[in-house]
């Protein structure tokens, strides 16, 4: 792929309907599109949005101009369609409707010819997916399943273009299927407003540990998203506790009538480490915890075996994301 640098007419530049944020807006809204509208559908959460707009383009005005080139392809001679820089040119466009005085007529742009569907797909993971203007997860999720099943890509080529992330973006694919199957349809049905925000949920249900747990406990699907509707699920990052909860009788009875919060202090654990090893290398700390699962006392071990207590269900937990986490790792490196 070679590009060329130029200066374009803003006018010439169509935007990407096919950003799948945009894609749902559209979808949602209509083809009434401004700036702000490009810059609501870009961005998960609406106070984010309004904040880092704004900011965007208070920092345009200022430097009269861009910084870093929009990313299009050249379609026709003088057509060319965006592929990264929705957002920059929309403001470029609102700002010469109200100044016309020719300062944002035309916009820096990194210029492709002729692109094929998979070199702008690759485009766009790189720049949303590993790249530095991430995609909010759900928008991630949204364009891989768009891939998968709507474009047919190998999933060995979606992978290779995400760096080779397997687990995460099965993880990601599955988690929106669920999310559409089963919590979109749901929340219409009771007249609740779909919040794609609830997506992290999703993700963190689809960690092994909790997908055996609720199939156990003879939960679907359909279940987990009605608890996310009516509140039960309350924080993603309690997901991963849902296996101990649905265990103990009193957790799970506080749970079903109030929040996942709530039935775990009926259990009395920890969500969060409030030991920072943030400043230990990944040899360091992987060295020390296989030393101490090699040298672990006759006392411990036999600690972990007693199976009604609560030491044995916390560290057993820790136990089971840990595998979980290094199960994901192992096939991500086995699979390149």
């Not at 406990?217 to 996310?228: G, I, T």
């Not at 079903?256 to 700390?285: F, G, P, R």
Request: charged share 30%; with cysteine.
């Amino acid at each position: 792929m070679t590009s060329t640098y130029q200066e374009l007419d803003i006018y010439s530049i169509e935007l990407d309907h096919n950003n799948p944020r945009i894609k749902m807006f559209l979808e949602m809204y209509g083809d009434n599109i401004t700036a702000e509208a490009i810059a609501l559908a870009l961005n998960s959460s609406a106070s984010d949005s309004s904040t880092s707009f704004l900011s965007l383009k208070e920092s345009i005005r200022v430097n009269k101009g861009i910084i870093n080139p929009i990313i299009v392809n050249q379609i026709s001679d003088d057509k060319y369609l965006v592929i990264e820089g929705n957002t920059r040119l929309q403001i470029y466009r609102d700002f010469d409707s109200k100044d016309p005085s020719g300062l944002w007529k035309k916009i820096r742009a990194i210029v492709y010819e002729n692109l094929t569907e998979e070199e702008i797909h690759s485009i766009r993971l790189q720049s949303h997916m590993v790249g530095p203007r991430d995609w909010d997860p759900y928008s991630k999720a949204k364009y891989l399943y768009h891939l998968c099943f709507e474009e047919k890509l190998p999933m060995s080529t979606i992978i290779s273009y995400c760096g080779g992330k397997r687990s995460e973006i099965l993880k990601l694919i599955e988690a929106y299927d669920t999310m559409q199957k089963y919590y979109i349809p749901q929340a219409k049905e009771m007249g609740v407003d779909v919040d794609i925000r609830e997506f992290s949920k999703f993700a963190e249900y689809k960690n092994k540990p909790v997908l055996d747990a609720l199939l156990f406990a003879k939960y679907e699907p359909k279940d987990f998203a009605l608890w996310v509707i009516n509140g039960n699920v309350d924080k993603a990052q309690n997901v991963r506790q849902l296996p101990q909860v649905l265990k103990e009788p009193e957790a799970k009875k506080e749970f079903l009538k109030t929040n996942l919060t709530n039935a775990i202090k009926k259990l009395n654990i920890t969500v969060n480490s409030t030991v920072d090893l943030s400043a230990v290398s990944y040899d360091e700390l992987g060295s020390a915890f296989l030393s101490k699962l090699r040298n672990i006392s006759y006392a411990e071990s036999k600690s972990l075996k007693k199976k009604e207590t609560k030491e044995y269900e916390d560290k057993m937990t820790l136990l089971i994301d840990i595998f979980s986490e290094l199960e994901m790792m192992l096939d991500d490196l086995n699979a390149e």
